[in-house]
């Protein structure tokens, strides 16, 4: 066989494999477009820029289950490749599927019910909330290197809520295989809210319990404890806050060094993994059930880049 | 002998028995935690409480007129953000106005003030000119609030307020706290207007008889607007207050603050038949919740069982008092 004819039978077959890629079109319905979600979307928006004849259709239903259920229908019946989905209510999932007829649907950042991710055509991204408590943990049990017993203050979030648990769970469990006994000194929940966990910290401040830690399952309240303790002349770089979420706050705070570190969700990479998973699925490659994207801790050292 | 001193006792215990469930349980919280009796723990449960105490005043005055105001705690969230937009420190890049020159301190606190008082007077206008029932007119304005808190702001917290704003709530007049002092003000404030003030008068007559009122000569439309607005004046002022406490505007601020400001009020003895309550009743309503609070939080009560404590002894503590009332009818 000649060099030339080689080649041609070389450009057929990419050709032949990149046709359906060439073709793709996905279909995204979003819960809403916060500050969060906007940049999943951008990131989505972006990585379809890596594939070369992918359009995508990107559609906010508005906090409306009813919308996002038309939206659905209208990729559907454009024949769109493959759908993203972010939920705005999980109970709806079953529908969603029924009414994407076989299209392949990848969930993102809202997690449904594990049973209606199949593997096939259906998958989840997204990132662990256990994941975010772990690494309060890991960063915990450095900076108590050495010690045996933490006594600790730990201010939840909405009890009964799956991040709560998660977290809460995720720095307990890390520290005990860690080797260090914790004790209680408070825990309770301030329901996410600065103010709460404000004048919890205050009040337990003026019993003089000694503590070695505040650990908090969000931002919100770890600047209301830090607000309590600072007025209260106690010292940050001794008794370590940390918080979830890595609002712009919190980084602020974390620069100044009132906040020794916060754990951050990664907007973009849950983007681009979901567009990623869903033209996978769409070509009828093999995906992952879960495409995990881990948090990330943010201290002192790399907050700069956050 | 024996039959002279019954009823005398009987009569302090119903006239005082909201005063006796606060001392029964200060004295149980001194026997059970060391902690409890401490003048620093003493004057945290009043910083704690002062901004919830500020709403059950206003809140206890449209209880005796017969009213009820759900929308405190949506004008509290709605005065954090528009107080914390305007006092953003000028080198935070997320400012809510990027624009805005340098303020004087007056300014956020007017401002929030005025949201507040104005809100509650629409409240007020509503009720008394459209004679919608105040449980719908206020429950619109719980919304509407927290809505425009939240459009304001896109539900993110607007931090980095300036120091000179923070000592509102942070600071100290004397031994006292600011914020402490605030709140005994505006007790002292709401007594005189309830008992030395024709407004006073007309809340109770209002509150007793609302016809008779009219007939009487009362301005009934006039006073029920004062009334709201001063409801939403108190609100304003926790608001504006805890915001500088808490050093950063919420849009969730004030959550459920009207339930509780409720509560305190008719622990307090206020009754929501209209006409019947004194703002020593409300001061101990507030003080029963917050050194509830206090103590489940020293004696480290479980999150979930805190929930049912305090809600048999809300109960208990109202069954307690009622019984002087019930005894009248």
Redesign the interface.
Known sequence: MGKWSRRALVLVAVCLIAAPVFAQKIGVTLYDR??FISSLEQAILDAGKAFPGVTIDSQDAKQDVNQQLTQVDVFVTKKYNAIIVNLINTDTVETILERAKGTPTVFVNRRPRDAVIDGVKTAYVGSQEFDAGRMQGEFLAKFFQGKKEIRYVLF?GQ?GLENTNERTRGVKETLTKAGFTLT?V????A?W???KA???M???L????PFDVVICNND?MA??AI?AMK?AGRDLKKVPVVGIDA???AK?AVKAGDMAMTVFQNAKAQGRVALEIALKAAKGQKIDKFGWVPFEPVTIDNVAKY | MATLQTPLVQKIVNRYAIFIVLGAMGASLTLLSPDFLTPGNLINVLIAESGRGMLALGVGVVIMSRGIDLSIGSIVSLTSVVAASLIQQHDYSARIFKDLPLLPVYVPVIAGLVTGTLVGMVNGWLIAYTAIPAFIATLGFMIIARGMALMLTNAYPVPMLRPEFKILGQGNFGPMPIIVCVFIFMVIVTWVLLNHTRFGKNVYFIGGNINAARVSGVRVERNLIYIYAFSGFCAALAGVLITARAASGIATLGNNYELDAIAAATIGGTSHTGGIGTVGGIVAGILILGILNNGLLLLGVSPYLQQIVKGVIIVFAVVFDMRKNARKV
């Open positions: 916060d500050q939840m009890l209680k408070y825990e309770d929940t329901e809210d600065r103010f404000m004048n919890q205050q009040q337990l003026g019993t003089n319990r919100e600047l209301g607000e007025s609002t712009p706050p602020e």
